[in-house]
C-alpha cells in the first residue's frame, strides 16, 4: 500500500537514522508510536545504553526516501525526550547486526557445518547431539550469506539483533546542545 | 516548607499564572481536589470532562494564556480524549492534569485505573506520568512551558494519588526548566530570506495563505505591514481569520472546500504562494496533484516537520512568524501588482448574484440571514465560538472578523459539540466580550449539560441555535453525492425553549427573518445566559463546495438566479 509517506518507486530506498534520547520510561514507545502514526515504515530499531548516564542510543532503519527522512527528523525533534538525530545514510559508517542461529548438526554432517561457519567467522557458542548455535556478528549481508549456506542443514531457531551503526573517524556527535529557551508568545500581543 | 504533592501541584500552577480551572473531581485526583480550597484558583464545574478540556481550550484561545483542565483517573480521563485531540489538532495550548490510582497500584488494573498517559500519546504534545511527589513540581513547569512554547499543544499529566498525598521539603522557586530534547528548532538561514524575497520580487500572480499562526504568534502588525508594502493580496484559512482585518481591500477572504470561490481560484492562478503560519490541510487544498499548478511555494512555519508534509514547496523557512516577517518587512521592496489584483477582481465574477444574501426574499429564514443580521447588529465585535457544521461554514463566510482571537473553532478535528463548553472557557477568558455561540441542533445535543453549568456559574453568554432538522452538513453531502439518501441525518430535538428554561436560562425562538434582530437585541439585554432556537430553512446548502478530493477550483456553486433556473422553494 502506499501513503503520502511513502510512494513505490522509492520502495526499496533504506534510511539509517541514528537517536540519542533520554532514557526515561515510556520513550521506546513514543518513538515507535510517532513511526506508526505517521505511517513511517520501520525495517529494524535497535536501543541500549551509551557511554552518557541517562543517554539511550537507537539505531533506526527505514524504508524510505531522503525526502521522508527528513520529514521523520524533524517529527523525532518534537519528541520532547529525543536529544539529537542523525542520518548517517550518506556517512561511512559501521554497521554491525548479530544473528544467533540454532542449526541442525548431526554427527555425520557437523564437520561440514563447523567448515561453513568458519568460512564465515562465524563461532559456535553451544554444541548439542543434534543442534549447534552460532553466532555471528556483521553486516546484514553477511549474515543473510551464512543463512543461505546453513538452510540446507535445517535452521532450528534464529534471532537477529538488527542494525546497529556508528560513523567512522573522531567525530563524537554533541548531544547536550545548549538548551535554547522557545518564545512564549505574550498575551494578545500584536 | 512541608508541602504535600497536591499543595505543590496549586502553588505551580499559581505561579504559573492560573486563575481558573475546569474540572470534575473523582476518587483518584480527590486530595488534589481538597487542597484547592486554600488557594486563589476558580474551579469551573463541567458537566462531562470533554467539557472540561474543550473550555481549557476556549480559554487558550481567546486569550493565548494555557487553559486548564483537571479530571479523575480512568473515565474521568478518558472523557477528556476528545477535547485533547481536537487541542491538539489546532495547535491551542492547555494542560490537563488527571488523578492516578496509587503508584504501587499502576498495572494492576486497578478500580478506574486506565493508562492515560499512553491514551492520549498520540494526542499530546507530551505527557507525563508522575509518581514521586519530588517530580511534581518540574513535570508541571516543564507542561506549562511546553504547551505555550513553539508551536502551541496540549500537555496532560497524569498523577498518581500517593504522590498528591506524600509530602515533601518544597520551596516554589522561578528557576527556568531546562529541557536538553526540547529546541523548538529554529533552522532558518539567511539565504532562505534572500531567496524567498527573490521569488516575490520576480512574481507576476503572488498570493499570500495565511493560517493560525500568523495570530499565534502574535504577528498580526508585522503581517499587517508586509501587505501593505508589497500588496500582495491575502487569503485565509478558518482558523487564520482574524489574524487579518476582513475589511482590508487585499483580504480576499476564506479559501478551501467551502471558501470564496475567486479565492480558490486565485490560488490555482497565482505563481506565488507565500503560505504563514499554515498547514496545507485537505480542506485547503482539494486534490494535491493539481493544487495550484503554476505556483512557486513558500511556506513560513514555526513546525519544522510542516515542510513538505504534502505539498512540496520551494523555500521552507523554519521560524517564529513574527520574527520571520520582520526580517521580510525589511528585506522586500515595496512592490505592487496592479493587473493580478484586476484579475482577481474579474474572478469575483457573478458571485455577488448567486449570494444568498442578495436573494429575493422568500419568506424563509436562513442560517446566512442570521449570521449576517447577527454580525451588522453586535458590530463584528462579539466573539465567536462556533460547533462544526453548516452553521460552522456560514459563521466564516458571513461574520467578517477585524480582530484576532475573536473566532474559536474547532477546525482540524472538527468537533462537534465544541462550542457550548469553549465558550465557557473563551467567556472566563475575556469575560469584557460579548460571546456568541454558534451550533447546529445536532452539536448542541453532543454537550447541552454545560447549560447548566452556565445557570451556576451565571455567566453571560448568548447561544444560537441554528436549527435545520438535520444533521445539516452530513445531509449536504448525502443531497450531492448520495442521491439524497438521508440516512441518519434527520434530527429531533428537544424544545430548546423549554431546556433553555428547565436549566434557569432564558429561551428565545425566531422563524421569521423579521424576528432575527429583534431577539438578538433582547438577548443581548437579558441579563444571563440566552439560547435562541433559530428555526431555519431544513435543506439549505453551503456553497461553494469544493467536493472532497477534487480540484480546487471546480466548485459547486449556487444556482445563479438569474442566468440559472431561479432557487426553488
Ligand atoms: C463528534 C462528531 N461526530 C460526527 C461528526 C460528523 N459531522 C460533521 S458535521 C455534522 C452535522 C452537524 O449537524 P448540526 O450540529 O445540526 O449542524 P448543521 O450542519 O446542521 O449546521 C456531523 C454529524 C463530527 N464532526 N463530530
Ligand atoms: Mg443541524
Redesign the pocket.
Given at each position: 500500500m502506499t501513503n503520502h509517506n511513502g510512494n513505490q518507486k522509492n520502495g526499496d530506498e533504506k534510511q539509517t537514522l541514528v537517536l540519542y534520547v533520554e532514557d526515561k520510561p515510556g520513550v521506546l514507545n513514543r518513538v515507535a508510536s510517532l513511526f506508526r502514526r505517521r505511517a513511517f515504515n520501520i525495517e529494524s530499531l535497535t536501543v541500549g545504553h551509551t557511554d552518557l548516564e541517562g543517554v539511550s542510543r537507537m539505531t533506526i532503519v527505514l524504508d524510505a526516501d531522503d525526502d521522508i527522512a527528513i520529514r521523520v527528523e524533524a517529527n523525532l525533534y518534537k519528541l520532547v525526550n529525543v536529544l539529537r538525530v542523525e542520518n548517517v545514510t550518506h556517512t561511512p559508517t559501521v554497521d554491525r547486526d548479530l544473528a544467533l542461529i540454532k542449526v541442525k548438526a548431526t554427527i555425520e554432517n557437523r564437520a561440514e557445518v563447523l567448515q561453513v561457519c568458519d568460512v564465515f567467522r562465524a563461532r559456535v557458542v553451544d554444541v548439542a547431539t543434534d543442534a549447534l548455535i552460532v553466532e555471528i556478528t556483521g553486516a546484514e549481508d553477511k549474515i543473510d550469506g551464512l543463512l543461505d549456506v546453513l538452510k540446507p542443514f535445517g535452521i532450528l531457531e534464529m534471532v537477529r539483533t538488527g542494525r546497529v551503526s556508528m560513523t567512522r573517524g573522531s567525530e563524537t556527535p554533541t548531544i547536550h546542545p545548549e538548551f535554547v529557551p522557545a518564545r512564549v508568545p505574550e498575551e494578545n500581543a500584536s | 516548607m512541608k508541602r504535600k504533592g497536591a499543595q505543590i501541584i496549586w502553588e505551580v500552577l499559581v505561579q504559573q499564572g492560573v486563575e481558573i480551572v475546569f474540572g470534575y473531581p473523582g476518587g483518584a485526583i480527590l486530595p488534589t481536589y481538597d487542597a484547592m480550597l486554600d488557594y486563589p484558583i476558580k474551579h469551573v464545574l463541567v458537566r462531562h470532562e470533554q467539557g472540561a478540556a474543550h473550555a481549557a481550550d476556549g480559554y487558550a484561545r481567546a486569550s493565548g494564556r494555557v487553559g486548564v483542565a483537571m479530571a479523575t483517573s480512568g473515565p474521568g480521563a478518558t472523557n477528556l480524549v476528545?477535547g485533547i485531540a481536537t487541542a491538539m489538532m489546532d495547535s491551542s495550548p492547555i494542560v490537563c492534569i488527571t488523578g492516578q490510582v496509587g503508584s504501587t497500584a499502576i498495572g494492576s488494573d486497578a478500580f478506574q485505573e486506565t493508562d492515560v498517559t499512553g491514551v492520549t500519546l498520540p494526542v499530546t504534545k507530551h505527557n507525563y506520568l508522575v509518581t514521586r511527589v519530588e517530580d511534581l513540581a518540574p513535570a508541571l513547569k516543564e507542561a506549562f512551558y511546553i504547551a505555550n512554547s513553539g508551536r502551541p499543544g496540549p500537555v496532560l499529566v497524569d498523577i498518581a494519588k500517593d504522590a498528591q498525598i506524600a509530602s515533601m521539603d518544597f520551596e516554589l522557586d522561578d528557576s527556568p526548566v531546562r529541557l536538553p530534547g526540547y529546541r523548538p528548532d529554529l533552522r532558518a538561514m539567511a539565504e532562505e530570506y534572500e531567496h524567498a524575497v527573490d521569488l516575490i520580487q520576480s512574481a507576476k500572480r503572488p498570493l499570500i495563505l495565511a493560517g493560525h499562526g500568523v495570530m499565534m504568534s502574535g504577528a498580526m502588525n508585522v503581517f499587517l505591514q508586509f501587505v501593505e508594502k508589497t500588496h500582495i493580496p491575502v487569503a485565509m484559512t478558518l482558523l487564520g481569520l482574524g489574524g487579518f482585518p476582513a475589511s482590508h481591500p487585499l483580504n480576499l477572504g476564506m479559501m478551501g472546500m467551502h471558501g470564496e470561490a475567486w479565492v480558490n481560484s486565485a490560488i490555482q492562478k497565482a505563481d506565488l504562494l507565500i503560505a504563514l503560519g499554515m498547514r496545507f490541510d485537505d480542506r485547503v487544498t482539494g486534490n494535491l496533484e493539481t493544487y495550484a499548478p503554476n505556483a512557486k511555494k513558500i511556506h513560513i512555519d514555526i513546525d519544522p516537520s510542516e515542510i513538505n508534509k504534502v505539498v512540496k514547496v520551494d523555500i521552507g523557512i523554519v521560524a517564529d512568524l513574527k520574527e520571520a516577517l520582520g526580517l521580510l518587512n525589511s528585506a522586500v521592496p515595496e512592490i505592487k501588482y496592479e493587473s493580478w489584483i484586476e484579475y482577481i477582481d474579474e474572478l469575483k465574477g457573478d458571485s455577488a448574484v448567486r449570494d444568498i444574501q442578495n436573494l429575493p426574499d422568500n419568506n424563509h429564514l436562513y442560517?446566512a440571514h442570521v449570521i449576517h443580521d447577527l454580525w451588522r447588529i453586535t458590530e463584528g465585535n462579539a466573539l465567536l465560538v462556533t460547533?462544526?457544521?453548516?452553521?460552522?461554514?456560514?459563521a466564516a463566510q458571513y461574520y467578517k472578523h477585524e480582530q484576532p482571537r475573536k473566532l474559536i473553532t474547532?477546525g482540524g478535528?472538527?468537533?462537534?459539540?465544541?462550542a457550548l463548553p469553549a465558550a465557557i472557557g473563551a467567556k472566563f477568558a475575556k469575560p469584557e466580550e460579548e460571546v456568541w455561540v454558534i451550533?447546529?441542533?445536532?452539536?448542541?445535543?453532543?454537550t447541552q449539560a454545560e447549560l447548566c453549568t452556565c445557570a451556576q456559574e451565571e455567566i453571560k453568554i448568548n447561544i444560537a441555535i441554528?436549527?435545520?432538522?438535520?444533521?445539516?452538513?452530513?445531509?449536504?453531502w448525502q443531497e450531492f453525492f448520495y442521491e439524497r439518501r438521508y440516512a441518519a441525518?434527520p434530527?429531533k430535538s428537544p424544545d430548546f425553549v423549554k431546556l433553555a428554561d428547565a436549566n434557569g436560562l432564558r429561551g428565545l425562538r425566531v422563524e421569521r427573518r423579521a424576528d432575527v434582530e429583534a431577539a438578538i437585541r433582547q438577548a443581548q439585554e437579558l441579563p444571563g445566559t440566552v439560547v435562541i432556537d433559530f428555526r431555519v430553512e431544513q435543506e439549505d446548502s453551503?456553497y461553494p463546495m469544493v467536493p472532497a478530493g477534487a480540484t480546487l477550483d471546480a466548485m459547486i456553486r449556487r444556482p445563479n438566479p438569474i442566468s440559472e433556473s431561479a432557487l426553488s422553494d
Open positions: - | 476528545t442560517a460547533d462544526v457544521g453548516q452553521h460552522q461554514m456560514w474547532s478535528l472538527g468537533t462537534m459539540g465544541f451550533v447546529g441542533d445536532g452539536g448542541i445535543q453532543m441554528i436549527n435545520n432538522g438535520y444533521l445539516g452538513m452530513v445531509r449536504q441525518t434530527l453551503v
